[in-house]
């Protein structure tokens, strides 16, 4: 997906959002939104936002010297969210249809995104969980189901803290043996890395691979070639969050995206509501004849 | 006041607004937030905010050929509170205090204010004015009639469209043959200028000036010379919203700022909260003796 002049106070925004959380120096902060400002004045718009997300986030390491701001969120959220685990678990196993919500649960964990909510909270949190058994959900059991067991090899794209959890109990509820995860390569925002991926029991469970890459999504030509192999082998993807889906849209791969559709831009990308859970698969299936 | 950081994502945002507004064209709209882009980097955070809004909005004219966008806005709010001015007037008058109830309707009417707000609708504007009389207001009767009392000549600078219905109230209140009203020298945001004043019937009752400048503010250095000599020789000022305020707070004159205190960025500068209401004198009386 491409980026549209409305991402662009949204980068601003953040930029300002995440420099002030790392340093409380005024000309830090100020060094950094002028030379995003500068960068943003002549971006390239046919490339997607995870890309200038890359580049500021890259330029606020450089000028603050701290590789990982967000730390401390990533780890508080893998916590609150496995404090939790085998209370979703029960539910999703006691569920009339465990797959669909352990589904469900997996795409409204997407909200922990640091990059869309910089005022991320654990109620905002509570409540999106919550209320993801009662909202619309587009999708087709028979189809997806018939993706899974015809694919012998799944990569699951993971994307942010907290949400990992949630991942980790949607796998649970799929054929393990056929999936790999792939986390970031680098810090970024909240994404999760392998030590995510460690923290929260994946490791223990599946291949857990790491993209080599710190973009706030999955640029394949930043990302390690190993990963880019992998990708491209695999016979059906996994992909969550925004991140993911803007570098990955247009990828020409069988993508199974999960998502809140959290912005107004990816909203109208979709086709629908903010706040929409989506389960959006790239090659949907050919409508057979009977159907036509 | 100077600019702050926090400043910056807001020109960002307002331009992309205001410019929508205007062109329905891509380029055009993307032109001009490059431009802004690029101006906000190397901009002198030591102007006040509205300097950079005037840029802003210059640009937008210069690009699209539309020299009032807010026209029609500009006159739906003057029209909605004129319907209304029979029964604030009853109002104010059935007050127990007629003078303090028409300043809270003046400060609340600051609310029609199309750059902190591009989403500004009339059920938003009917809240502001509805919770103006049960809001906290800072103010002291004896030392505000005293000042205007004492003035021989008072300049009122009124701020945007539709709020200067709510300006014509509290004037109504106060001794008209002192004062003299100032608007913008041309169109800016939904800021008033002599066209306004005489929609709604002020010409009629005081004099009106306009300051010759098209800041969303008072900066004197870019207002006609004949205002800038009313503006010090008057015993007086008052003065209307955010851009008054963050124009004229270093001025050194002897001002009431009129306004309710729409973002962080102000509310931090005068130590209120965000939306409350604020009469504030630069030239705080004296304590005298015997209240020391």
């Known amino acids: 997906m491409k980026s549209y002049l409305e991402c662009i106070p949204c980068f601003v925004r953040q930029t300002l959002e995440s420099v002030s959380m790392v340093s409380e120096e005024e000309s830090v902060r100020e060094e950094v939104l002028r030379s995003v400002l500068l960068d943003v004045s002549s971006m390239d718009l046919s490339d997607p936002p995870p890309l200038m997300g890359q580049r500021i986030h890259r330029l606020i390491r450089e000028k603050t010297n701290i590789l990982d701001p967000y730390s401390a969120v990533k780890k508080q959220y893998n916590q609150a969210v496995l404090a939790r685990y085998d209370r979703f678990q029960s539910q999703i196993q006691n569920a009339a249809d465990p797959l669909e919500t352990a589904i469900r649960l997996a795409i409204a964990g997407n909200i922990i995104d640091c990059g869309a909510f910089a005022d991320l909270n654990e109620a905002a949190v509570k409540k999106s969980i919550e209320s993801a058994l009662n909202e619309p959900l587009l999708w087709d059991r028979n189809e997806f189901r018939k993706a ?96 993911n889906y803007e570098t990955l849209s247009d990828a020409g791969r069988d993508i199974f995206f999960l998502l809140k559709a959290k912005c107004p831009v990816i909203a109208r990308d979709i086709g629908c509501k903010v706040g929409a859970l989506i389960l959006k698969r790239t090659f949907a299936a050919a409508p057979v004849a009977a159907e036509i």
């Open 148 to 243: 899974v067991d015809d694919a012998e090899s799944i990569l699951y794209l993971a994307d942010n803290a907290g949400e990992i959890v949630f991942d980790r109990l949607l796998i649970e509820q799929l054929p393990m043996e056929k999936i790999t995860v792939a986390v970031r390569g680098y810090p970024i925002l909240n994404d999760v890395t392998l030590a995510d991926a460690q923290e929260v029991g994946l490791m223990d469970m599946v291949d857990v691979i790491d993209n080599g890459s710190d973009a706030p999504g999955t640029i394949l030509s930043d990302c390690r070639e190993d990963f880019v192999k992998r990708f491209h082998e695999s016979d059906l993807i996994f992909a969550k969050g925004q991140g």
